[in-house]
């Protein structure tokens, strides 16, 4: 089939949290047709590539009306005849294109849905699905789930500091049996709330919506769940937490307003201190951004006392940037990255920065953003890059369900959707909570 570019359509649709977003249909002159939508983040590290908003009264400022036309005036032409196959040249011209460093121009937005579309047109033009256009082989594996139970910080008006509180269904074998325990484990964190008056509804990604009195409530009251659903903490269901410290303070400062005791301002060894207590008393196998994107030293002394019982998880301070995932590894800083195409702009270097964290021996985990689509395409690169790790929310809301349970229909031709063996994440070995 001819696979050049023939025609590149873009369209004005709209995202989970009811804001305008830019969908990319591809059509290639064989025939054959690609499409995908942009998603966005509220909690953004400062050196992510930047999404092109119009500004002005509509919508808040949030309208892509100047993405939309640039998807006519540059993508268009950029790529016009282009082989749809050739990955790598497709984003290198959209990258040549742009011009900026971070996207500005053009727009990360419309840049990711036109590098997507493009990945899912060159699949369909080799009759294949796009986890193996991507590579992916008869030995590929479904990725290991990481599911939101209760949002916080800037996902839920900050009724609780930390952002996300997730569990990680270890001692799953496979992707259906993980995501049932996850269900389990949601249900029974809905019923301990309601029966208690603390549901106050859901928050961006689906999670509940916490009345916790401080953040380590939440901690607790998630083990609670684990148990109410009849799963072994840290043996069968782990924990997982995104402090996302950078929306807490900067230059080695953090301001709780939800600390055990009341407000607090902390430094970055107590902060540090404060996380590896909980690291000791819970069944914590994994913490995103545990200190602010601009405390480097702070990370790395963090990684350096976490050592080998947890994953130390880079976003805002790593942003899918191969250049700044190699300084991190120098510096001894995290031992795993969250990928996210959009914070790169192409999935060309969404691609490098999980090939230089594999060289560095580091894991990661495909990750969705809070304002997120019906697109599943990041399910297909979890499976077709081979990370082993996929978090995509909670499990609800429909953006959320269709990537999990697109992950469900690739598991139908993928070894009946077996997960990574326990070996590929020895952070994961067993953790009983010392409160139980």
């Given at each position: 089939m001819n696979s050049a570019i023939d025609r590149i359509v873009g369209r004005r649709v709209w995202d989970s949290r009811g804001r305008p977003t830019i969908e990319v249909d591809v059509q290639l002159a064989g025939g054959a047709m690609g499409r995908a939508i942009a998603p966005a983040g509220a909690s953004r590290g400062s050196g992510e590539a930047l999404d092109r908003r119009d500004g002005g009264a509509a919508f808040g400022g949030l309208d892509v009306r100047q993405a939309l036309a640039a998807v006519d005036a540059e993508i268009g032409p950029?790529?016009?005849?282009?082989?749809?196959?050739?990955?790598?040249?497709?984003?290198?011209?959209?990258?040549?294109r742009d011009g900026t460093r971070d996207k500005s121009r053009i727009g990360a937005n419309t840049m990711v849905a036109a590098s997507m579309a493009v990945a899912h047109a060159g699949a369909a033009a080799r009759g294949l699905p796009l986890w193996q256009h991507l590579g992916g082989g008869d030995d590929a594996r479904l990725p290991l789930p990481e599911i939101q139970i209760f949002g916080g910080g800037a996902h839920a008006g900050?009724?609780?500091?930390?952002q996300d509180f997730m569990v990680m269904p270890v001692g799953a074998s496979t992707f259906a049996e993980a995501l049932d325990?996850?269900?389990?484990?949601?249900?029974?964190?809905?019923?301990?709330?309601?029966?208690?008056?603390?549901l106050r509804g859901v928050a961006d990604e689906g999670g509940f919506w916490p009345a916790f009195d401080d953040n380590e409530q939440a901690l607790e009251w998630l083990l609670r769940a684990i148990e109410r659903a009849g799963y072994r903490p840290g043996e069968q269901m782990a924990i997982s937490l995104d402090v996302a410290a950078s929306q807490l303070g900067h230059a080695g400062r953090y301001r709780l307003a939800r600390a055990r005791g009341g407000a607090k301002e902390l430094d970055r060894d107590e902060m540090a201190a404060m996380l590896l207590d909980w690291l000791q008393r819970y069944p914590i196998v994994a913490i995103e951004d545990p200190l602010g994107e601009d405390d480097a030293e702070g990370f790395a002394r963090f990684t350096r006392a976490a050592g080998d019982r947890v994953q130390v998880i880079g976003d805002d301070f790593l942003v899918t940037n191969a250049a700044r995932i190699d300084s991190a590894a120098t510096l001894g800083a995290c031992n795993a990255v969250l990928i996210k195409p959009n914070q790169a702009g192409t999935l060309?270097?969404?691609k490098s920065a999980w090939d230089t964290a594999r060289g560095h021996g580091w894991g990661a985990l495909v990750s969705a953003r809070s304002g997120e689509t019906e697109d599943t395409t990041i399910v297909h690169l979890a499976v077709g890059w081979g990370v082993g790790q996929l978090k995509v929310g909670s499990f609800s809301r429909s953006e959320r369900m269709a990537k999990w349970n697109e992950g469900l229909r690739l598991a139908e031709q993928l070894q009946g959707g077996r997960l990574?063996?326990?070996?590929?994440?020895p952070w994961a070995s067993g953790h009983r909570s010392s409160l139980r």
């Open positions: 950029a790529l016009r005849d282009c082989d749809a196959t050739d990955q790598a040249a497709i984003d290198a011209a959209l990258i040549a900050r009724r609780v500091d930390v325990w996850s269900a389990e484990v949601y249900r029974a964190a809905g019923q301990i709330m309601s029966e208690a008056g603390r060309t270097e969404a990574p063996p326990r070996t590929a994440f």
